[in-house]
């Protein structure tokens, strides 16, 4: 069974922000890049299940600019077989972006196409279940794990309080969140079999963004804090503080 | 003049805080434009009877669809009817809710219109027609003012950041009965948990009060326990991914970058260190209190109130007042 996985390459967790002089992006040195977090799950989840079946090719396709080819060979170095790189502009349209990769994911031959539920730079949530509805293909998202049953999966998900099982028919598009498996460190060999793994570069399909974006900025600092105090004798005047100043309860 | 629509979210028939907020929302936005606000409302048989209280918050007109196989939430059941809604509606706006229900339904019905949506909103005006939104990027990090160059704009807003507000006025509910293929839906849910009676998600919760790693173990979780109870129904459970990795609380609980994003009135942080992960899923909570024995702990820098001292010290005193304030209102 052949899996395909929308990687997308963000700044690292730990980065700090800074919008740079133009208002409209972000300041980039010092800054590294890596694979979605979301979407290592993803890459994770469709390893496993490749190597479960004893079968069948995972696929990585992302739209991105040459520096993505990084984040693809990680992806290959963690054990995917082939990546797809579509260079175009990324914008804060997601609907733009699903149409570019929906217009790719159409013609490829796969059981289950993954993406990450949402991508920690747009932090959109969206492009996932756009693509499912774009390529009329049936879309599950917020799944932590799924087995696959012949023409079905069944998939877990998380919802408001509580959580579902859901079964939906092959081929399908799974958004995938933080599961019970976390995903692996590509090892020394991986790295070297990655650099001979086929990455094919591609300009992307053009879809025009229909969002302008007008400015970024930093959030509003938080007004300095206050330490109350120490110990349990800081809580009536805590309580006191979170009544008659912040009215919080 | 345009008109805006509300998609009032029910769950288990009942219309809850996103449903308020996204019909408030959409009321402010005809107000501005000379339009008019609209609601829609999909549940099973019977949910109309609960829709009519959204006139009081701006709802001029409630359209709510019943169907059997809309009781629950199906992605493939509601979506068709969402569509064909606001195609026969001229909406210059669409606002769903930021719940996990909206961030499902709304890219689907995004696609299908052909229309861009910008999910998770924290701020959304309408001027001459035009919407602008400001939301949060890079995990709350920075905020993109974005405008919208389609119609309807779609946008999703996120829970407790907008408030529901009363006005005079009343909806006229009128109800209809879609068409859905109920058997050729091609995903099905299997199983349902529910949380027990009466809790609400982290995610929606007014107030958090959140148990990291300093909590030493599960089998300390009865104190948080005792003062979400104290601090009232709105009150949810949640925890940094220190905790929900070794097991000690459900993932669903999660706060921060890879767990759920919450901005409550008032978030607890209790044995929480404050790394930029966490704070990723929290700082635009409103009032942030931090518990934490080491003063230097990061947390400390976005917590507006802080008390430095041994949570099994604190917590148990802090839950006795609460109950004690709480019992005199
Ligand atoms: C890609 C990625 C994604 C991540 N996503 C998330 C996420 O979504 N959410 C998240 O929370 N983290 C996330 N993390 C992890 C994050 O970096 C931290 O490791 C985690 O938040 C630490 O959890 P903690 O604060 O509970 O534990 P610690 O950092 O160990 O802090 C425990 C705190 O408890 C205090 N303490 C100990 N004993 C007591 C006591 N008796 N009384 C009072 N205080 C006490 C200590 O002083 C300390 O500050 C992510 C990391 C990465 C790399
Ligand atoms: N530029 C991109 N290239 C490849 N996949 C993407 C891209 N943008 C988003 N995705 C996929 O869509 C998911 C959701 O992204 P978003 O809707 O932007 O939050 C990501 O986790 C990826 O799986």
Same mark, same amino acid.
């Given at each position: 069974m052949n899996v395909i996985v929308c990687i997308k390459r963000v700044p690292d967790t730990e980065a700090r922000i800074r919008v740079d002089g133009s208002g409209t992006g972000i300041d980039k040195t010092g800054i590294k890049f890596d694979m979605s977090p979301y979407d290592a799950f993803a890459v994770e989840a469709a390893l496993r299940l490749k190597e479960a079946a004893g079968e069948g090719d995972v696929t990585l396709v992302t739209l991105g600019d040459s520096s993505s080819q990084e984040t693809l060979r990680k992806g290959l170095a963690m054990g995917a077989d082939r990546a797809v790189l579509l260079t175009g502009d990324v914008s804060l349209d997601g609907l733009s972006t699903a149409k570019t990769l929906a217009a790719e994911l159409d013609g490829m031959d796969a059981e289950l196409f993954l993406f990450g539920v949402k991508a920690a730079d747009?932090?959109?949530q969206q492009v996932g279940p756009m693509v499912g509805a774009l390529t009329g293909r049936p879309c599950v998202s917020g799944v932590s794990r799924f087995e696959v049953n012949g023409g079905t999966a069944t998939c877990h998900r998380e919802v408001e309080g509580g959580s579902e099982v859901v079964e939906v028919d092959l081929p399908a598009v799974l958004c995938m969140?933080?599961?019970?498996?976390?995903?692996?460190?590509?090892?020394?060999?991986?790295i070297m079999a990655a650099k001979k793994k086929p990455l094919e570069e591609k300009p992307a399909a053009e879809n025009p963004s229909r969002v302008r974006l007008v400015g970024l900025s930093e959030p509003p600092a938080r007004a300095a804090g206050r330490i109350v105090g120490e110990g349990a004798d800081a809580v009536p005047e805590l309580v006191r503080l979170l009544r008659e100043e912040a009215n919080a309860i | 003049m345009a008109n805006v629509l509300a998609f009032a979210e029910q769950r288990d028939g009942q219309l809850g805080s996103a449903a308020r907020e996204a019909v408030s929302v959409a009321a402010r936005l005809a107000e501005a434009s000379g339009g008019t606000a609209h609601a829609l409302v999909l549940g099973g048989p019977g949910v109309s009877s609960a829709a009519a209280g959204l006139g009081m918050y701006g709802a001029a007109a409630i359209s709510v669809g +019943?169907?059997?196989a809309l009781a629950d939430y199906n992605p493939e059941a509601w979506v068709g009817t969402v569509v064909d809604q606001i195609r026969s509606g001229d909406y210059a706006a669409v606002i769903f809710a930021a719940t996990t229900l909206g961030k499902d339904l709304a890219p689907r019905v995004a696609a299908h219109l052909d229309v861009p949506l910008a999910s998770d909103v924290t701020g959304v005006d309408m001027s001459g027609g035009t919407v602008t939104v400001t939301r949060p990027v890079?995990?709350?990090k920075a905020f993109a003012n974005l405008e919208i160059d389609?119609?309807?704009?779609?946008v999703s807003i996120?829970?407790?950041?907008?408030?529901?507000t009363e006005q005079a006025g009343a909806g006229e509910v009128s109800t209809f009965t879609p068409e859905i293929d109920a058997a050729g839906l091609r995903l099905r849910v299997v199983e349902r948990k529910g949380a027990s009676e009466g809790t609400v998600d982290v995610? +929606?919760?007014?107030?958090?009060v959140s148990g990291g790693r300093g909590m030493k173990g599960p089998e300390h979780w009865d104190l948080l326990e005792g003062l979400r109870a104290a601090l009232g129904s709105g009150a949810a459970l949640g925890a940094s991914r220190a905790v929900v990795d070794a097991g000690w609380r459900p993932h669903g609980e999660q706060v921060g970058q890879t767990g759920k994003t919450v901005a409550p009135k008032l978030y607890i942080a209790v044995g929480i260190s404050g790394a930029v992960q966490h704070l990723a899923g929290m700082r635009t909570a409103k009032t942030i209190v931090a518990i934490n024995r080491d003063a230097d702990a990061p947390i400390f820098g976005v917590a507006d109130y802080g008390i430095v001292g041994d949570l099994f010290d604190v917590v148990p005193r802090l839950t006795e007042e609460v109950e004690a304030l709480k019992a005199g209102d």
């Open positions: 747009d932090d959109q969140t933080k599961g019970p498996n976390e995903p692996r460190l590509a090892a020394l060999k991986g | +019943e169907h059997d890079f995990s709350g389609a119609s309807p704009a779609l996120r829970p407790n950041v907008f408030q529901a995610a +929606e919760a007014s107030v958090v």
